[in-house]
């Protein structure tokens, strides 16, 4: 039990820098089942893998490209992960029509991801995000 909830650990790792961090597809795909459920999709959007890739490539990665992630702690059981998290980053990119103010950011994020054979099954998460987009948005 303890060897598996390792190796989901490093899957959970493994997302953040590939993915998240430099917008590997490929890891994506490798690494998300095709049926997740993303219960931290905004209201009206689709729940699926799409909602994911959306976020991270055209929103996320679109107004902060050089984006970093620290994973602070991660706590796993059975097949969950919990993650806390610091995404720090500088507003050089277009986001939510919020043109590049060049102000560095940090956002901080808990996650809980539920994986299924070696994959992301389920997908829950917080964040300050709309603080951030509201300090970017001031001038």
Do not use: C
Request: proline share 4%.
């Amino acid at each position: 039990m303890e060897l598996m909830t390792e190796q989901n650990k490093a899957i959970v790792r493994r997302f953040n820098k590939e993915f998240l961090e430099k917008g590997d597809l490929n890891s994506f795909h490798e690494l998300v089942a095709a049926n997740v459920i993303n219960h931290a999709a905004p209201a009206g959007t689709p729940f699926g893998p799409d909602s994911m890739i959306h976020f991270i490539i055209n929103i996320l990665r679109a107004g902060f490209p050089d984006l970093k992630v620290e994973i602070l702690e991660q706590v796993a059981e059975r097949d969950f992960v919990t993650s806390r998290k610091k995404i720090r980053a500088t507003h050089t990119g277009n986001i939510m029509d919020i043109a590049p103010s060049n102000k560095k950011v940090v956002i901080d994020v808990i996650d809980i991801v539920r994986l299924k054979d070696g994959k992301y099954a389920e997908h829950w998460g917080m964040s300050n995000f709309a603080d951030v987009i509201a300090q970017i948005s001031k001038n």
